[in-house]
């Protein structure tokens, strides 16, 4: 079964501290998104990756980074965690070259910054 | 510009009632790509159906159908005889053929609450 795996459900962290949410896929996809969910906003395209060591910045950057050094591996950086960071996060993967191919997404990870 | 409304942020029904959830869409070009999610309480978001904007043909899938009209630019899903473990959030979203690496635009979400 094709899988996007995100290592972490639930996390609590400080206000500064560094946090690394990690995505994982099977699939060989090219094209790596991370999006944030909030109530009321629907997905929010933070960046995301079109090939290895290749990002873009999407809707909603700031304050965040991303690292992809492995085709199945796409990584978010909060590098100083604020309060306004806590939400769930999506990561999602999906082949590169047309509009009509269909995201997979991982099970998101929730995130509390106190 | 390109935009997706769902302007249903809540919906609640009783068990085996239909129910319709709206999606608008706005786009320049003509060719592009509509989607439907759905998001159970578990959060893994669920590839439902894909519509491309040649293709008006309405589509059924067990109690599920969907309705694409371009003259209103609408794409509408409905259930029939809800049941519980419909209950999620379900997303249109959009994604044009010329835009660059295919982006979608997600509408903001419809919550469906199936009560037993």
């Known amino acids: 079964d094709v899988k996007v795996t995100q290592s972490s459900r639930y996390l609590v962290k400080r206000t500064g501290e560094k946090v690394f949410l990690e995505c994982v896929q099977d699939m060989d996809h090219e094209n790596m998104f991370w999006y944030r969910q909030d109530p009321g906003l629907g997905l929010r395209l933070i960046y995301f990756?079109?090939?290895?060591?290749?990002?873009e910045k999407g809707d909603i950057p700031e304050g965040y980074s991303v690292s992809r050094e492995k085709k199945e591996r796409f990584s978010l950086i909060l590098e100083s965690a604020s309060t306004n960071q806590t939400s769930m996060y999506l990561c999602?993967?999906?082949?590169?070259?047309?509009?009509?191919?269909?995201?997979?997404f991982g099970a998101g990870s929730r995130l509390t910054v106190l | 510009a390109q935009k997706v409304t769902q302007a249903q942020t809540e919906i609640s029904v009783v068990e085996k009632e239909d129910v319709t959830l709206d999606c608008v869409y706005e786009t320049r070009d003509t060719t592009y790509y509509l989607f439907w999610y759905k998001q159970p309480p578990s959060g893994e978001l669920v590839f439902l159906i894909r519509?491309?904007?040649?293709d008006e043909q309405n589509e059924i899938s067990g109690r599920y159908s969907w309705n694409f009209q371009k003259s209103t630019s609408s794409f509408n899903f409905t259930i029939t005889a809800s049941q519980v473990v419909d209950s999620a959030v379900y997303f249109c979203?959009?994604?044009?053929?010329?835009?660059?690496?295919?982006?979608?635009?997600w509408g903001a979400g419809t919550k469906l609450i199936i009560k037993p």
């Open positions: 519509r491309n904007s040649f």
């Open positions: 990756s079109y090939d290895v060591k290749m990002k």
């Open positions: 979203a959009l994604s044009e053929a010329y835009n660059s690496n295919y982006q979608l635009i």
């Open positions: 999602a993967s999906k082949m590169q070259g047309s509009g009509a191919n269909v995201l997979t």
